[in-house]
């Protein structure tokens, strides 16, 4: 009896519980809002969003974006797919959509903007769980001649390749869409250049003077079949439907090898690179294959003889889908999401910001790993695009100068492009030629990394006013600086606004220090007043002399700052994308190492390709651009080529391809 009284004591406390926790729930789940509609801000991967959000007197019935600037393919994923999952679970807390990260929190941004404006609770409706469908009891096989994991540009290209050679093709993508980074390449020859009246590369003086650049690290065969391959890029692209042009501005410093050539861009006006690849990638359906997004590989599959023989992959609800395949291709990518592995080729220094996909997290090269995959190369990572730290959106609301870009942007990423200005590390000493290391973007993310994971950018309020009025030339620059779109930035012959707001409002945020003098800067920024006034004492007298005997700048960039009041902006350095990984073959079959017998073995069945793999590089990104996606290409061929000769018993030659 007393025990029947204690259960129903311990079950009314259970029920009490249940009925606390349900009404916790409630109170979570209730909310009133004004009726109405109300337009939200919010801030993606490329500026400001407007978000239109309806509201009845107790939910949110309808969000409609009604202007954003994110990329096809990639933020506007988020855009298809986000509205409704709020909907669904009057929630704020959803996950943001694996590919399109930036998207999904400028939406999530303005819908917060837009309850707030209803009356409504953004962290009642933010603690909502989101419904999570588990459907981890189900199981399904398929089968396939090839399974590429990774919907990148390589596993896309690999995917094209090996259904071209007759194969049956499953391509596995983890993200919510298949996607291409970067749209810009090296190629060695290509038709587009002659018609250009560029002369193809020089074979001999770019391979040597690549090889000397990676001290002969990189693997020689990797880099001349690279090289080689290259020269049919254009044209398998275009006989798959891309849209190419030659890109004649492309090194503005001019940090190519000899030899070297300008790269090819896809043409970006009807469809963006990733639709170009997305519609190609639709080829595959032809010989019954078949593009699964939202499917992480798990695992590889090997037989008792070691042979791999498919791939386990998961959906986000926990279903389990197994591929059954002949061959298998890894391509996804490097792990630039995951720091401490970045770290580890800078002592522990980890980048401040990732500017590739949030689902690159060296998945492949950890389930090549399990197989007893070797690895290589790591120690080489795309460390990239210098910007200063700081929140810009507000500033993105401004136009500068041609109207091409944002003020916020253009100050963001264009300030970290001038090579007047005066570099500092965190003590106050001037750490290099800033024009040679604005203008080689390896060597700025080799100097950030260096410095700790930051320099800072030293200004007169003379220099940024004439920036704003005049633009870039007035400062002695004559060509604008950086790749592709960034080319845009550094705009030279108009002002760039009221780079002044800016700067003062970064100085607000704390992010960035301003003094009427050196000593009082030092201050404000927590450096050593006598050693940033030396430094800037120093550079004073080399900019009047005209010569800078401690980093050799050229005399034109020498200018001198003499007044205060003066300005030190934070820099730190985004990875694009690690560039080292699986150990591969020159047929781009993953070997283990017999450290024994000194010698690679491969793992049958087992093929990869692109920034997952190593080799290619030294202990840095080559000095030429669009290296790594070009490679991605040839190299996403070259893996499809001996995984159908695996897969079909055909013999098929990479360096034949493309006469097949
Ligand atoms: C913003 C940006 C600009 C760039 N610009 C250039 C440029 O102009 N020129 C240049 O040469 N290089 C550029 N790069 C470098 C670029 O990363 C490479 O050139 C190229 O995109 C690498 O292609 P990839 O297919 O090897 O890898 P990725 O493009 O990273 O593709 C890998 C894919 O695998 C998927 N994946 C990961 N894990 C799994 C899993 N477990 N299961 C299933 N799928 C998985 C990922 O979601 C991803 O879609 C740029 C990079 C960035 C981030």
């Known amino acids: 009896m007393k025990g029947a009284n204690k259960m129903r004591k311990v079950l009314s406390i259970i ?47 309808d969000i409609n974006i009604v202007s954003h600037n994110e990329t096809a393919g990639i933020g506007e994923v988020a855009i298809e797919q986000l509205p409704g999952i709020i909907i669904d679970n009057q929630s704020l807390g959803v996950d943001a959509i694996s590919s399109a990260t930036d998207a999904s929190h400028g939406i999530l941004q303005a819908v917060e903007d837009a309850v707030t404006q209803a009356g409504g609770d953004v962290e009642a409706l933010k603690a909502v769980e989101v419904k999570k469908v588990d459907n981890s009891a189900s199981f399904t096989t398929m089968d396939a001649d090839i399974c590429v994991i990774g919907g990148g540009v390589s596993g896309s290209i690999a995917a094209i390749q090996a259904s071209d050679l007759g194969a049956k093709v499953v391509l596995l993508e983890k993200a919510a869409s298949t996607g291409v980074r970067g749209g810009a390449f090296f190629c060695a020859d290509s038709h587009l250049a002659r018609e250009a009246g560029f002369e193809p590369v020089d074979m001999e003086v770019f391979f040597k003077a690549y090889m000397e650049d990676t001290s ?25 439907g891309c849209q190419l042009y030659k890109t004649l501005e492309t090194y503005s410093g001019g ?13 970006t006006a009807e469809r963006t690179e990733i639709e170009q690849i997305a519609d190609a990638l639709k080829s595959i359906e032809a010989n019954g294959g078949a593009v699964y997004c939202d ?21 986000p609800d926990g279903s389990i889908v197994q591929v059954n395949a002949k061959s298998v291709i890894i391509a996804t990518g490097g792990y630039n999401a995951d720091f401490e592995w970045i770290s580890k080729s800078y002592n522990g220094v980890m980048p401040t910001a990732n500017f590739g996909l949030a689902s690159n997290l060296g998945d492949g090269i950890i389930m090549a790993r399990g197989l007893g995959a070797a690895e290589v190369g790591e120690q080489a990572v795309m460390l990239r695009m210098p910007r200063l730290v700081g929140d810009f959106n507000a500033y993105n609301d401004f136009d500068s100068g041609d109207g091409r870009v944002k003020l916020g942007k253009r100050f963001q990423y264009a300030v970290p492009l001038l090579p007047m200005t005066l570099w500092v590390n965190s003590t106050g000493e001037r750490i290099c030629d800033e024009e040679e290391v604005c203008y080689n973007r390896n060597y700025t993310g080799n100097i950030v990394m260096s410095q700790g994971g930051y320099v800072y950018v030293l200004m007169s309020e003379k220099m940024l006013k004439t920036l704003g009025e005049e633009g870039a030339g007035a400062l002695n620059m004559t060509q604008p600086q950086g790749m592709g779109y960034i080319n845009n930035y550094t705009l030279l ?32 920024a927590g450096m050593k007043p006598e050693i940033l006034a030396a430094t800037l004492k120093t550079y004073n007298e080399a900019c009047a002399a005209g010569e800078d005997t401690s980093f050799f700048k050229k005399p034109e960039f020498l200018i001198g700052m003499e007044e205060g009041p003066y300005y030190l902006f934070t820099e730190n350095v985004c990875v694009l994308t690690s560039l080292g990984g699986i150990h591969v073959s020159r047929y781009m079959e993953v070997q283990s190492m017999d450290s024994e017998a000194r010698t690679y073995n491969e793992i049958p069945g087992l093929y990869a390709c692109g920034t997952c793999t190593g080799g290619l590089y030294g202990d840095h990104y080559a000095n030429a651009e669009g290296v790594a996606h070009s490679y991605a290409i040839t190299s996403g061929r070259t893996a499809a080529c001996y995984a159908v000769n695996n897969a079909l018993g055909t013999n098929y030659n990479h360096l034949e391809l493309a006469s097949q």
């Open 15 to 61: 029920l009490c519980l249940v009925l606390l926790m349900g009404m916790v729930v409630f109170a979570h789940a209730e909310q009133r809002f004004t009726p109405g509609t109300y337009t939200g801000i919010g801030y993606g991967h490329n500026g400001r969003m407007e978000v239109e959000v309806t509201f009845s007197e107790d939910a949110i019935t």
């Open 295 to 315: 499917t992480c590989a798990t695992a590889l599959l090997q037989d008792e003889n070691g042979v791999v023989v498919g791939v386990r992959a998961v959906h």
């Open 255 to 267: 940090h190519s090898y000899p030899g070297g050539l300008g790269m090819t861009q896809y043409e």
């Open 216 to 240: 002969w690290r990189a693997d020689g065969t990797l880099v001349r079949d690279w090289l080689e391959m290259s020269k049919d890029t254009v044209d398998f692209l275009e006989e798959h």
């Open 493 to 524: 012959e108009q002002g760039w606004g009221d780079v002044m707001m800016v700067a003062d409002g970064l100085v607000e945020q704390g992010v960035a220090y301003k003094g009427n003098t050196i000593e009082e800067l030092a201050e404000a």
